[in-house]
């Protein structure tokens, strides 16, 4: 895998986030939360045309069926009522992910006795990464709870179509060092499914953002909550 490659694919795509949602592209947009400096945006993909001129709101993540690392299926009702942070990498990636998945221990650990805040990574592998090279993956980087970090397998065309909602990138590329171009990125995921912070997961400095935004969405799931149990 060529890493400067991979660094510039993320580096643009990030770059392609703040731009649209600078400008308020139909196909990514932000809402008037955004304005509020205690909120976070809310970024995404909208694939129908706006029905109202209120109707702005990007699409949620799309419905999911995995399985993780014990051979567990889970579902977006797995991450029900909670916010969690996706990445996607391969066992055998020779490049990115060692230290994608080091930073990433980085905010779990910051919020490990936090279980409103769950973890998910998707192997874009599926052919190596069997529930026990999964299992292994986990336990190596020290993960015992698998409720709270998911390492998770489907079939490429899933699990590319999910990169794509995440506002990530992920590929068969047999040109690059262990056959996969994937990129970088963090997403951070609300309670209704929408994306509300992309980050790229190589620069320490934006690990660092989102350990610092985090909390802000986590206030805004509390307050939610409080209004709807009035």
Same mark, same amino acid.
């Given at each position: 895998?060529?890493?400067?490659?991979?660094?510039?694919?993320?580096?643009?795509?990030?770059?392609?986030?703040?731009?649209?949602?600078?400008?308020?592209?139909?196909?990514?947009?932000?809402?008037?939360?955004?304005?509020?400096?205690?909120?976070?945006?809310?970024?995404?993909?909208?694939?129908?045309?706006?029905?109202?001129?209120?109707?702005?709101?990007?699409?949620?993540?799309?419905?999911?069926?995995?399985?993780?690392?014990?051979?567990?299926?889970?579902?977006?009702?797995?991450?029900?009522?909670?916010?969690?942070?996706?990445?996607?990498?391969?066992?055998?990636?020779?490049?990115?992910?060692?230290?994608?998945?080091?930073?990433?221990?980085?905010?779990?650990?910051?919020?490990?006795?936090?279980?409103?805040?769950?973890?998910?990574?998707?192997?874009?592998?599926?052919?190596?990464?069997?529930?026990?090279?999964?299992?292994?993956?986990?336990?190596?980087?020290?993960?015992?709870?698998?409720?709270?970090?998911?390492?998770?397998?489907?079939?490429?065309?899933?699990?590319?179509?999910? @990169?794509? %909602?995440?506002?990530? +990138?992920?590929?068969?590329?047999?040109? &690059?060092?262990? #056959?996969?171009?994937? *990129?970088? @990125?963090? %997403?951070?995921?609300? +309670?209704?499914?929408?994306?509300?912070? &992309?980050?790229? #997961?190589?620069?320490? *400095?934006?690990?660092?953002?989102?350990?610092?935004?985090?909390?802000?969405?986590?206030?805004?799931?509390?307050?939610?909550?409080?209004?709807?149990?009035?």
């Amino acid at each position: 895998m060529n890493t400067s490659f991979l660094r510039a694919a993320g580096q643009l795509l990030l770059a392609g986030v703040l731009f649209s949602a600078s400008v308020a592209l139909p196909a990514c947009t932000t809402t008037p939360e955004a304005q509020e400096s205690d909120r976070l945006s809310i970024f995404g993909i909208k694939h129908a045309a706006p029905r109202t001129p209120a109707d702005t709101l990007p699409d949620p993540v799309p419905t999911f069926r995995l399985t993780n690392q014990e051979g567990k299926v889970i579902t977006n009702q797995t991450f029900a009522g909670k916010v969690y942070i996706t990445d996607f990498f391969f066992a055998t990636c020779p490049s990115i992910c060692p230290k994608m998945q080091s930073e990433m221990l980085r905010v779990y650990k910051q919020f490990e006795g936090n279980p409103n805040v769950l973890f998910l990574s998707h192997t874009i592998d599926p052919a190596h990464d069997s529930i026990p090279v999964l299992r292994d993956y986990a336990e190596r980087l020290g993960i015992k709870d698998a409720s709270r970090w998911h390492f998770a397998t489907a079939p490429h065309d899933t699990v590319f179509a999910l @990169a794509h %909602a995440y506002m990530a +990138s992920a590929e068969v590329d047999k040109k &690059v060092a262990g #056959g996969f171009a994937h *990129s970088g @990125a963090f %997403a951070l995921i609300d +309670s209704k499914r929408r994306i509300r912070g &992309v980050y790229d #997961g190589m620069e320490k *400095s934006e690990v660092d953002r989102l350990i610092q935004e985090l909390p802000l969405l986590l206030k805004e799931e509390q307050e939610e909550q409080k209004v709807a149990t009035r």
